[in-house]
């Protein structure tokens, strides 16, 4: 069964330091995709950066960069030059076939980061 | 582009009532997916739909009922509400094709706060 896991509940980061968002990931597929979402207070889902599992580079995305180290199974999410703005819930999913070939997103807990100033 | 609508934010609804929450998306997305957001759990899938035609049980589909209605849109429908459903609700598309290597990112919508007192 595929699975991700989160073990931060919360982080905090002084403003313009880097902070790394752990995820780790069960699946015996050779196939599949790591993505990482924010939700900031108001609730919406905002996608930030895609990894799959044949990306022999890691993803980067502006201030985003994702470690992937697939030996280890983990996708770890690096922001770089934190911003006050960045305070809100982060969630590592990864992509799992369902019946009939097709795929659907299984998500982590979440990590809550504070950004201080 | 609207992209994923939700209706309605917030509802508050009494024990053993029923309702049903619309999703419509216009990114002529195959599959669609609802998804409930509960503290310290992530978020954990409900049902979805593949394609047009389609459901499938999630990883907590009782209390719940899903209709495909047509290509856009996938509807939830609590038909006996428990306390246990008071959660934030999420409604979800993407390209989810089969065998599909690339970014399947999942667009959503803003969420349903439900309310079961």
């Known amino acids: 069964a595929q699975k991700i896991t989160q073990t931060q509940p919360g982080m905090f980061v002084q403003e313009k330091e880097a902070v790394t968002l752990d995820c780790t990931y069960d699946?015996?597929?050779?196939?599949?995709?790591l993505f990482w979402y924010k939700q900031p207070s108001s609730g919406e889902m905002i996608f930030l950066i895609y990894q799959g599992s044949y990306d022999e580079q890691n993803a980067t995305e502006g201030r985003y960069s994702l470690n992937f180290q697939k030996a280890r199974k983990s996708a770890n999410l690096v922001i770089s030059a934190s911003q006050l703005g960045d305070s809100a819930m982060y969630f590592c999913?990864?992509?799992?076939?369902?019946?009939?070939?097709?795929?659907?997103?299984?998500f982590g807990a979440g990590t809550r980061l504070a950004v201080h100033p | 582009n609207a992209g994923v609508t939700q209706t309605p934010k917030f509802q508050v609804l009494k024990t053993g009532q029923s309702m049903t929450l619309q999703c419509a998306q216009d990114?002529?997305?195959?599959?669609m997916y609802w998804y409930r957001q509960d503290p310290g759990m992530g978020l954990r899938l409900i049902y979805y739909?593949?394609?047009?035609?389609?459901?499938d049980k999630g990883e907590v589909p009782n209390g719940y009922n899903v209709s495909r209605l047509n290509k856009r849109e996938f509807s939830l429908r609590l038909e006996s509400a428990a306390p246990s459903q008071t959660s934030v609700y999420f409604c979800?598309?993407?390209?989810?094709?089969?065998?599909?290597?690339?970014?399947?990112?999942?667009?959503f919508g803003q969420g349903t706060r439900l309310t079961v007192v």
């Open positions: 979800a598309s993407s390209e989810g094709l089969a065998d599909r290597a690339g970014n399947t990112e999942a667009f």
């Open positions: 739909s593949a394609s047009e035609g389609t459901t």
């Open positions: 999913a990864m992509r799992a076939p369902f019946s009939g070939g097709y795929n659907k997103l299984i």
């Open positions: 699946t015996s597929d050779q196939s599949y995709g």
């Open positions: 990114m002529n997305h195959n599959s």
